[in-house]
Nanobody, 116 residues
């Protein structure tokens, strides 16, 4: 079965760092562009970052530029988002997404809470 499992969320103080992980299984991970999408309390889905199949190209929402780094390890079927200088507005459920252009898969999310 296809699975995307996020981990690494938790409670962190403003200015702190967090590394989110996404473990994929049940499909050919290296054929899929990967994305991070988040949903803040009471808000809609907000695209955060994306990375191409081979990791050669990365993209970031304006709010994340300069303080986040997306990466992937195709040999391990994993994808990561390193977040630094976290702010209270980063509080959200973060979802891992896979997109081949033909198929699209979502994880169940991991909670990120930024609070002092």
């Amino acid at each position: 079965e296809v699975q995307l499992v996020e981990s690494g969320g938790g409670l962190v103080q403003p200015g702190g760092s967090l590394r989110l992980s996404c473990a994929a299984s049940g499909f050919t991970f290296s054929n899929y562009d990967m994305r991070w999408v988040r949903q803040a309390p009471g808000k809609g889905l907000d695209w955060v970052s994306a990375i191409k199949t081979d990791g050669g190209s990365t993209y970031y929402a304006d709010s994340m530029k300069g303080r986040s780094t997306i990466s992937r390890d195709n040999a391990k079927n994993t994808m990561f988002l390193q977040m630094n200088d976290l702010k209270p507005d980063d509080t959200a459920v973060s979802f891992c997404c896979a997109d081949s252009g033909h198929y699209n898969y979502w994880g169940k999310g991991t909670q990120v809470t930024v609070s002092s």
